[in-house]
């Protein structure tokens, strides 16, 4: 939700179908609309583990920014756009307002050959064609400068641990701050040394360190570590147990109904993940509405404060790009999540942004998975005690998200899981845009005192969004298998809910 004036009227004009009524009839017709106060606009029908919108997305456009100054002058242009998601299809950024406690994010994305799942200061981007070959020959020299030193820090934990003389798993951190873990060798640990080229594994571990960042410190997990191909995926193994905020197996679980991603390739590829456990993040960009011109973005009286890098807590600017910590995101404070890649696209930006504007995550063909919870605050009045999780069209936050030079609300909204109003224990789901607009008026229950995985899968005209099981594992890819049991409960009644958008 871009403010926090709800659509409740809207959403209860567009219900249809077996909802024509507001809700489902009970016995003997009676309806079990829960209305609470009786003021409030927002009807409630009954609780569900999954809400799957059809048909979304259509043809049309939009008034699309196409320059702006920070004096308020802004300039618009018909923008078009049509099919399966349109116009959130476009990009997408992902906005959390508190109070929540956000725990685990992932976002795979379908076809992806994203090679590494590290942060930003790892990658080395080309953008022109021309220059691929001899960027090519860049990388390759730098990364094996960085193998090189991963072996020199490797083989100083190494002597470090020996000093100590037991058999925890070896653990250094890499210079950007990215922990890293090895199985501990020594004689009488009983871990299997990896196989393969050693410098090629090390290499791996590398590439894996931001999951490799929550193993724990079990022996017969770190000994699963064996070719330098599955490197990345066993050197997130040892957390199989997949308990609440506990690191990703890598692997699919057996157990009936349950979904873990998988740790080998398959048609979804992690392209981003964050772990408040370890505090360690990939692939992605913490941010707010915070700016500040003394550490990033600005101000001014035109438009207000812009985006700019959060906090470590999200209340306030960054002067760089910075982790969120293990915290709960304050009543009425919003941390907004974007890739790690610079925005490079023709849309108009906010002029002060420069390196702040970051390109936006695919909303076509992904999966996001969330671990959250959203504790009662006990506050109360405008604004207060409504956490939400929801995504914009990305080209919102990058102009004036909230002010008159946005594209909002024609170009898109999907509110995933909002509480419309202070303390509500229920939490809806709802499409915003010029073309389309609705959504069901049954909801999902309010995670105040535990955490829940939830998936969103956005594929063709269909968003699908379930509560899934607590050993739900985040891991490196998603397998078709995989993708299924997040969306178990796609057409299946009882405990779900279909709406079609007209």
């Known amino acids: 939700m871009r403010s926090f004036i709800t659509a409740g009227a809207v959403i209860a004009a567009s219900i249809s179908g077996a909802t024509a009524d507001l809700c489902y009839s009970g016995p003997g017709g009676a309806s079990i609309a829960q209305n609470i106060p009786p003021s409030n606009p927002n009807w409630y029908c009954a609780p569900v583990k999954a809400i799957t919108y059809q048909g979304v997305g259509t043809s049309g456009s939009y008034k699309k920014v196409t320059s702006m100054t920070e004096e308020g002058q802004c300039q618009f242009a018909d923008h078009p756009f049509s099919g399966g998601m349109a116009p959130l299809a476009e990009e997408v950024s992902i906005h959390f307002r508190g109070p929540l406690k956000l725990k685990q994010l992932a976002v795979y994305t379908k076809g992806s050959s994203q090679k590494r799942d590290v942060p930003e200061g790892h990658h080395r981007r080309h953008g022109h064609q021309h220059f ?148 360690s993040s990939s692939g992605l960009t913490f941010l ?30 960054a002067s760089q790009p910075t982790t969120l910590d293990d915290c709960t995101i304050a009543s009425t404070s919003e941390v ?114 535990n955490t829940i995985k939830l998936a969103v899968t956005l594929s063709g005209s269909t968003a699908h969004v379930q509560i899934v099981d607590d050993n739900t594992n985040f891991g490196s890819s998603l397998s078709d298998s995989d993708v299924q049991a997040l969306n178990s409960k796609m057409d299946n009644g009882g405990d779900s809910s279909v709406f079609k958008m007209a």
Request: overall charge negative; glycine content about 12%.
């Open 288 to 317: 707010n509405n915070r700016g500040d011109k003394s550490k990033s973005g600005c101000w001014s009286q035109s438009l207000g404060n812009s985006l700019s890098y959060a906090s470590s807590d999200g209340t306030s600017a």
């Open 132 to 279: 691929h070959e001899h960027g090519k020959e860049v990388r390759e020299i730098q990364e094996r400068a960085e193998e090189r030193e991963i072996q020199e820090l490797k083989a100083r934990a190494e002597e470090d641990m020996a000093k100590r003389g037991n058999c925890d798993p070896i653990t250094a951190t890499w210079k950007d701050g990215t922990p890293m873990t090895w199985a501990n060798t020594a004689p009488g640990c009983g871990a299997t040394p990896a196989t393969g080229n050693q410098q090629g594994d090390k290499k791996q571990a590398a590439d894996a360190a931001p999951a490799a960042a929550q193993v724990t410190s079990s022996a017969s997990a770190a000994a699963s570590s064996s070719a330098s191909a599955s490197a990345s995926a066993s050197a997130t193994s040892s957390a199989s147990s997949g308990s609440g905020s506990s690191p990703d197996s890598g692997s699919s679980s057996g157990s009936s109904g349950s979904s873990s991603s998988g740790g080998g390739s398959g048609p979804y590829s992690r392209t981003a993940y964050y772990s408040a456990s370890g505090k």
């Open 336 to 449: 907004i999540v974007m890739t790690d890649k610079k925005y490079s696209g023709g849309n108009a930006v906010r002029p002060c942004l420069g390196d702040v504007a970051r390109q936006g995550f695919p909303g076509q063909n992904a999966v996001y998975l969330f671990e959250f919870s959203m504790p009662d605050d006990g506050t109360s009045g405008w604004g207060q005690n409504m956490p939400a999780i929801w995504f914009l069209n990305a080209n919102v936050p990058r102009t004036a998200q909230y002010g008159s030079c946005t594209c909002w609300p024609s170009c898109g909204e999907f509110d995933i899981f909002e509480v419309l109003d202070s303390g509500n224990t229920r939490a809806k789901t709802c499409f915003h845009g010029k073309a389309q607009e609705g959504g069901v008026s049954d909801y999902f229950v309010r995670p105040t005192s």
